[in-house]
C-alpha cells in the first residue's frame, strides 16, 4: 500500500519505490501540516517533527500564543491573513471585502485511482493510488481538498488543489497554488530555467537565501522568460549524486514558483497560478480545480531527477499514439522560405526531400487569407489559391505521390486587425472597451474563452484538416496576452480571462486530437514559449526554439532535458549561416545535435550546398537506426558547455543497458590538449561492452579508437578517452554495445 493513513499518530504516510511523503494531523481542530518529504523510510511515527511539543505548542495548548503557532507550522496549504508570514497558497476574498481563511480538517479517503481533471492536462494510469484530505473553514464556508496521487511505477508525486464553496455567498479566489511544502534549509541551491525569445531554458543556479526567490510569468503562457519549474539541489548534489526536490508544473499559463527563507532557517517551496491577473469568482456549490504539480525527490542527482521526470512524462502524461511510434523525419518550409512560396517550390522542396528519405514535408506559415508577411491574416484561415494553385488538396495529394506525408501550420489563438476576421468581429479580440490593445508582430490575441470563437477556430482548422490528407499539424502562438478584457465577462469576472484563455486552448486542442486521434500534433509558442507538461497532455512534441543554431541548441536542449524526454523537442538541422545567429557549423555537427529530438529539417533542400545535400542520407540512416534509443532511453548528461564553456556530452542508454549512445560536442577546440576522458553512466556494470563510432561521410558504424571490450565498471569509473578532432563545432556519436 502506498498510500496509507495511522490513525494512532494521525499520520499520512505515501510511499513510492525510493520516496516517503508524511503529512500530519495537529492540534485540534486539527491542522494539516508537513511532516517530511525524502528518501523512503519505514517509521511514520514523526509527527515529532511537526515540532509541537515545543514552545508555542499548538492553540489549544497555547491560546496565548497563537500566532507564534500559525508562523512556524508547516502548513501543506498555507492561507492567508491569520498569522503565516511566510507565504500563502490560498487567498479567498468574501462579499464583506475580507481576506482571511484558516483550514482545518474534515476528512480524508484513499482512492485506489489516479483521477483526471476536468477540462486540465493531468497524469493518468493504472496501478495509483490518490489520498483526499478535506479541509475547512466553516466560517466563510470554504473547503479545499488537497490532493496526492502516485504511481505503482514512478517515484513522483503529483498534488493538486481544489477549492469548494459551501457557503450562502459568492467568494473570489483570489490565489489558488497547487503545491507547498516546507523544510528545514541544510544548504540548499535553487535551480531554475530561464531565457528569451530564441534562448530558452538555460539554466541557473544559485544558493537559497532569507526571504523570498522565485519566478512567475504573467504572459498569458508559461513563456520564454521562466519555466513553471524550479528544483532546490543539495550543496555539491550533481548529475550523479545529492538530494534534490524538483516541483514542475502542468499548467501553460500564468504561474508562480517560489522559496521563502525565514527566520527559523526553513524553507517553504510554492508553485501554482500567478496570482497576479487571476480572480475566479465561486458562487455557492461551485467549486475551483487548480492544475497538477508533480514534485520529485531523489538522492541520485539531477541525473537522477530528469529520469523521473522523462519516466513519469513518457508513461503517464503524453498520450499521443505517436508516442510509441517512430515520428516522421519532417522538413519545414519557415527557414527554408518564409513567406515566399508558392505550390511549385513547396513541391520542389519535396521533391528533392523524398529523395533523401525524408518523410514529410511541413508548410509553415503563409499559405491562407493575403498572408505574404506577418502583419495579416492571422484568423482567415482560407486557403490562398493564388499562392499555392489548384488548392491545398492538389498540392497534399503531390506531395503523397512522393511518398511523403503532408503536415501544416496553424495559429489558431491569433487575429490580426488586417483580416476579414477582423473586420467583421472586432469584438473578438482580446481588449478593453474604448482602448486600442497593445500590438504584438502585428497581431491581437482572440478572446477563446467565448464559445463562438473557439467554435469557429475550430470549425475553420477542422474544414483545412478535412480537405486533404492533413497528418500532421504545428499549432503556434506567437504573442503574449495584454489589455486583458473580455467583451463577454461581467466585471466582476473579468480577473478569470487568463486562466479561461488557457482552459479553451486545452478544450481546442482536446477536440483536435478526439476528432483526428491519428493526428501528430506539434506545439510551438514563437520557438519554445509554451513548451510545458500541460501542452505535453495534447502533443507529443513541442518546437524548442526558433533559434536552430547547433551550439546554442546544446544549451536549450541541455535546460529542456533537465525535466523532458528527448523525445519531446523539436529539433531540425537547418542551414548555415543560422538565421538566427550567424554561425556556421559543420552539417554533420548539426544532424548530431537535432538527432537529441525529434530530427528533422528547417531548410531549402534545393538551395544547399551540394556535400551538405549529400550528407542528408546519412543523417536519415543515423536516425533511424538510433532514434529508438534516444526516445526511449534513460538520459544521463555527462557534461555541459553551458557551464565548461568547451564542451558538450550526453547519452541515452536503453532500459536493459544493453546499448548506448554518446553524443560529444567540442564547441570550442583548444590547442596542446590530451585526449579528453569521459566517464559514462547508466551502463551495467559487469556486462561487457564494445564501441563503434558513426561516420556520418557513410552513414555507417567503423570501429572506434578503443577497440576493446570493456566491462561496464571499467567504462563509467575510469571512462573513454575521446578521439582527438580539429576544429571548432566538431560532433561524436558512439554507439556501446553490450557483447
Ligand atoms: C514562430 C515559430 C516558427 C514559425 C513562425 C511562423 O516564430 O516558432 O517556427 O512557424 O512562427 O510565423
Known amino acids: 500500500m502506498p498510500i496509507a493513513y495511522h490513525k494512532k499518530e494521525n499520520v499520512f504516510k505515501i510511499d513510492t519505490e525510493h520516496t516517503s511523503y508524511l503529512i500530519g494531523l495537529a492540534d485540534k481542530p486539527a491542522y494539516v501540516g508537513h511532516i517530511y518529504y525524502g528518501g523512503r523510510i519505514a517509521d511514520h511515527d514523526l509527527e515529532y517533527l511537526l515540532r509541537t511539543e515545543e514552545n508555542p505548542f499548538v492553540p489549544s495548548k497555547n491560546a496565548r500564543d497563537k500566532l507564534l503557532f500559525m508562523d512556524a507550522f508547516p502548513f501543506e496549504l498555507p492561507t492567508h491573513g491569520v498569522g503565516d508570514f511566510r507565504g500563502d497558497a490560498l487567498r479567498v476574498r468574501t462579499e464583506n471585502g475580507t481576506e482571511v481563511l484558516e483550514l482545518h480538517y474534515v476528512s480524508h479517503e484513499i482512492l485506489q485511482e489516479k483521477p483526471q481533471l476536468k477540462g486540465l492536462p493531468a497524469t493518468f494510469g493504472k496501478e495509483a493510488q490518490t489520498l483526499k484530505i478535506l479541509t475547512e473553514d466553516k466560517v466563510v464556508g470554504v473547503q479545499a481538498e488537497l490532493s496526492y496521487s502516485v504511481f505503482a511505477n514512478s517515484d513522483a508525486l503529483i498534488r493538486s488543489v481544489r477549492i ?31 531565457g528569451g525569445w530564441a534562448r530558452e531554458r538555460h539554466i541557473t543556479r544559485n544558493p537559497v537565501n532569507y526571504g523570498f526567490q522565485g519566478l512567475s510569468s504573467c504572459r498569458g503562457e508559461s513563456s520564454h522568460q521562466h519555466h513553471p519549474f524550479l528544483a532546490l539541489a543539495a550543496k555539491g548534489a550533481d548529475q550523479t549524486q545529492g538530494e534534490v526536490y524538483g516541483l514542475h508544473f502542468v499548467y501553460s499559463g500564468n504561474f508562480c514558483g ?18 497576479e491577473n487571476f480572480c475566479w469568482k465561486l458562487e455557492p456549490g461551485e467549486d475551483f480545480q487548480a492544475p497538477e504539480a508533480v514534485l520529485t525527490y531523489t538522492a541520485e542527482g539531477l541525473g537522477g531527477m530528469s529520469r523521473v521526470y ?14 510509441k511510434k517512430k515520428r516522421p523525419i519532417l522538413i519545414n518550409n519557415w527557414e527554408a522560405t518564409y513567406f515566399d512560396f508558392d505550390e511549385k517550390k513547396l513541391l520542389a522542396i519535396a521533391k528533392e526531400a523524398a529523395k533523401s528519405g525524408i518523410e ?47 503536415g501544416i501550420w496553424f495559429e489558431p489563438e491569433m487575429i490580426s486587425p488586417d483580416s476579414d476576421l477582423y473586420r467583421a468581429h472586432p469584438d473578438w479580440a482580446i481588449a478593453v472597451p474604448g482602448r486600442r490593445a497593445v500590438m504584438g508582430r502585428d497581431q491581437y490575441v482572440l478572446d477563446l474563452s467565448r464559445k463562438e470563437i473557439r467554435d469557429y477556430v475550430f470549425e475553420r482548422v477542422s474544414a483545412i484538416l478535412d480537405s486533404a490528407n492533413i497528418e500532421y499539424v504545428k499549432w503556434d502562438m506567437n504573442r503574449q496576452l495584454t489589455d486583458l478584457g473580455s467583451y463577454d465577462l461581467p466585471a466582476d469576472r473579468q480577473g478569470e480571462l487568463s486562466h479561461r484563455y488557457v482552459l479553451a486552448v486545452y478544450e481546442l486542442q482536446e477536440r483536435l486530437i478526439r ?12 520557438g519554445g514559449a509554451r513548451f510545458d507538461p500541460g501542452m505535453l497532455y495534447y502533443s507529443p512534441q513541442i518546437w524548442c526554439s526558433d533559434d536552430t543554431d547547433a551550439v546554442e541548441r546544446l544549451m536549450i536542449q541541455e535546460g529542456t532535458a533537465l525535466v523532458y524526454p528527448l523525445s519531446a523537442m ?3 538541422v537547418s542551414d548555415c549561416p543560422n538565421h538566427a545567429l550567424g554561425r556556421v557549423t559543420p552539417f554533420a555537427t548539426r544532424g548530431y545535435v537535432a538527432l537529441a529530438g525529434t530530427f528533422g529539417y528547417e531548410l531549402d533542400i534545393t538551395k544547399i550546398p551540394e556535400a551538405d545535400r549529400a550528407m542528408i542520407p546519412k543523417q536519415v540512416a543515423m536516425y533511424h537506426k538510433y532514434h529508438n534509443l534516444v526516445a526511449d532511453g534513460d538520459y544521463y548528461r555527462i557534461a555541459s558547455y553551458g557551464e565548461n564553456h568547451s564542451y558538450d556530452c550526453y547519452m541515452t542508454v536503453k532500459k536493459d543497458r544493453s546499448e548506448a549512445l554518446l553524443t560529444y560536442v567540442q564547441v570550442i577546440a583548444q590547442a596542446n590538449t590530451k585526449t ?44 573513454i578517452l575521446i578521439d582527438k578532432t580539429w576544429g571548432d563545432f566538431q560532433g561524436m556519436l558512439l554507439h556501446i554495445v553490450a557483447v
Request: charged share 30%; proline share 2%.
Open 164 to 194: 469548494i464553496n459551501r457557503g450562502k455567498k459568492p467568494v473570489y479566489l483570489e490565489k489558488v497554488y497547487s503545491a507547498s511544502f516546507d523544510m528545514d534549509d541544510t544548504g540548499f541551491d535553487l535551480i531554475t530555467l530561464h
Open 258 to 275: 517560489s522559496v521563502y527563507k525565514g527566520q527559523f532557517d526553513q524553507l517553504r517551496v510554492m508553485l501554482g497560478i500567478a496570482e
Open 515 to 526: 476528432r483526428y486521434p491519428k493526428l501528430l500534433l506539434e506545439n510551438c509558442s514563437g
Open 360 to 406: 514529410m514535408l511541413v508548410m509553415d506559415d503563409g499559405w491562407f487569407g493575403s498572408r505574404n508577411d506577418d502583419r495579416s491574416a492571422l484568423g482567415d484561415w482560407f486557403v490562398n489559391e493564388k499562392k499555392l494553385k489548384g488548392g491545398l488538396k492538389k498540392l497534399v495529394d503531390g506531395v503523397n505521390a512522393l511518398g511523403m506525408k503532408f
Open 570 to 572: 523539436g529539433a531540425h
Open 310 to 323: 522523462h519516466d513519469l512524462y513518457r508513461q503517464h502524461l503524453i498520450r499521443s499514439p505517436y508516442l
Open 676 to 719: 579528453r576522458k569521459i566517464r559514462l553512466q547508466g551502463l551495467d556494470a559487469a556486462k561487457q561492452y564494445r564501441i563503434k563510432r558513426f561516420n556520418m561521410e557513410t552513414g555507417k558504424e567503423e570501429a572506434y579508437s578503443l577497440k576493446g571490450t570493456y566491462h561496464g565498471d571499467t567504462l563509467m569509473q575510469a571512462g
